[in-house]
Nanobody
């Protein structure tokens, strides 16, 4: 069974830095990790994509975090990171790790989510 464990959330001052990690385990050999991503949900808002990275390293960022956040992954460890530099109070949210697996034979895609980690940015 696929399991995602997130870590690194907490309280950070605006202009500081914070790194989130998400380690995936339990991935069967019939599946490949296609995309790993971070989403967030602020109070009263819908969940939004923060950043994503494909197995080949192609990245995508929300406009609001471009130039400040960096997503990276360690394929050998099935771990994805989100380096948050110069965070702003509006980055305060619950951050969720997302893992998209592609089944080798059927080509079906399955998505998995972490439990979420809270990030609070103080001004």
């Amino acid at each position: 069974q696929v399991h995602l464990v997130e870590s690194g959330g907490g309280l950070v001052q605006a202009g500081g830095s914070l790194r989130l990690s998400c380690a995936a385990s339990g991935i069967a050999s019939a599946f490949t990790v296609e995309v790993m991503a971070w989403y967030r949900r602020a109070p009263g808002n819908q969940r939004e994509l923060v950043a994503s990275i494909t197995s080949s390293g192609t990245t995508n960022y929300a406009e609001s975090v471009k130039g400040r956040f960096t997503i990276s992954r360690d394929n050998a460890k099935n771990t994805v990171y989100l380096q948050m530099n110069s965070p702003k109070p509006e980055d305060t949210a619950d951050y969720y790790c997302n893992l998209a697996l592609r089944e080798y034979f059927s080509r079906n895609r399955n998505d998995y989510w972490g439990q979420g980690t809270q990030v609070t940015v103080s001004s």
